[in-house]
């Protein structure tokens, strides 16, 4: 189910923008990213500036621990 954005579930290992039924934007389908923890970690600390252009509006978490929580729980849904 989509809402705000593409539905998490299964997010780590995916590819970005693969979700059929989500209008990502032109920058995300570019990306050409694999959701892993380095790119998460990545994307998670400064999302505008990691992928101009998208749609995520989220600031970013800067703090390191904070991004591993968000990553692991990702990893388990």
Do not use: C, H
Request: no cysteine; aromatic share 10%; charged share 25%.
């Amino acid at each position: 189910m989509n809402a705000v954005g593409p539905s998490l579930f299964g997010v780590y290992g995916r590819k970005s923008a693969s979700l059929t039924d989500y209008a990502y934007s032109d920058a995300m389908k570019a990306a050409g990213k694999t959701w892993d923890e380095a790119t998460l970690d990545t994307y998670l600390t400064a999302p505008m500036k990691d992928v101009p252009g998208t749609k995520m509006t989220f600031a970013g978490l800067k703090d390191e621990a904070q991004r591993k929580e968000v990553i692991a729980y990702l990893k388990g849904v």
